[in-house]
């Protein structure tokens, strides 16, 4: 009896011997010093004419559109790989068409003229992020980005001339929280590429709507989401000073 009592006690103080000297090898260097500011800007703005172009059951659509975004962004890492700060974002947008044909099938199908919509948006959002290296590399990294985002925005929609003409006018305002993994690479000491999409996300908006100055109606939507929004991929140029 006394001998399977010492076996055991000789196997316990091996397994537990072995467990204090596994290590997982997941060793975390600086790659991000504390005392750096991080800047940087996004810019997109994009521009199209129709001319009877075609898409899906649309038709003969003839117009013109333009899109501008401005986003610059300002943090300071406060600890070695950690980093806290803002981002300003002011979105403007223009959709005209002309003239164009919904065709449904052969008996249903009808016309849309002088179609005009303008909406700008704004936003402003706190950003915590956390880096990470791959070993001892210093070029390339990942992070980790928590954001809160508070916005507002206008747009009006309006159809028809003259004495036909009708319209909405739109405001609303929205709250997101989210998490937007990311990788970058450093172009020299200076500068790096940053890519991040969102991957989890929580969204509330309120929008009030007024049509032809009589009719007011008021919506909520709620939003969650679990999985990769390839249309939240963003890409742009931080500078570390």
Not at 5 to 18: D, H, K, P, Q, W
Not at 67 to 80: A, E, I, N, Q, T
Not at 159 to 187: I, K, Q, W
Not at 215 to 224: G, L, M
């Amino acid at each position: 009896m006394r001998y399977y009592i010492l076996v055991l006690f000789i196997g316990l103080s091996a397994a537990m011997s072995a467990q204090e000297q596994f290590r997982r090898g997941l060793d975390q260097y600086t790659f991000i010093p504390k005392g750096q500011w991080l800047t940087g800007v996004n810019v997109s703005f994009s521009q199209g004419s129709y001319d009877d172009f075609q898409f899906f059951i649309v038709e003969n659509i003839n117009g013109d559109n333009y899109s501008f975004k401005l986003s610059p962004m300002v943090m300071y890492c406060f600890k070695d790989n950690m980093a806290a700060g803002g981002r300003l974002s002011y979105k403007r947008s223009l959709i005209k068409v002309d003239g164009a044909n919904v065709i449904m099938d052969s008996e249903s199908s009808y016309d849309v003229d002088n179609l005009y919509s303008l909406s700008h948006s704004y936003s402003g959002m706190a950003c915590f992020r956390n880096y990470f290296s791959f070993g001892r590399n210093k070029r390339f990294g990942m992070f980790a980005e928590c954001q809160l985002e508070f916005g507002g925005g206008e747009s009006k929609l309006c159809n028809g001339s003259g004495d036909d003409v009708t319209g909405t006018f739109e405001r609303s305002y929205s709250v997101n929280l989210g998490v937007a993994p990311g990788l970058l690479m450093f172009l020299n000491n200076y500068s790096a590429i940053e890519v991040n999409v969102g991957v989890l996300g929580f969204g509330y908006t309120h929008t009030k709507s007024i049509t032809d100055q009589i009719y007011i109606a008021n919506r909520n939507s709620k939003s969650a989401n679990f999985r990769v929004d390839l249309f939240s991929i963003s890409f742009g140029v931080v500078f570390y000073l």
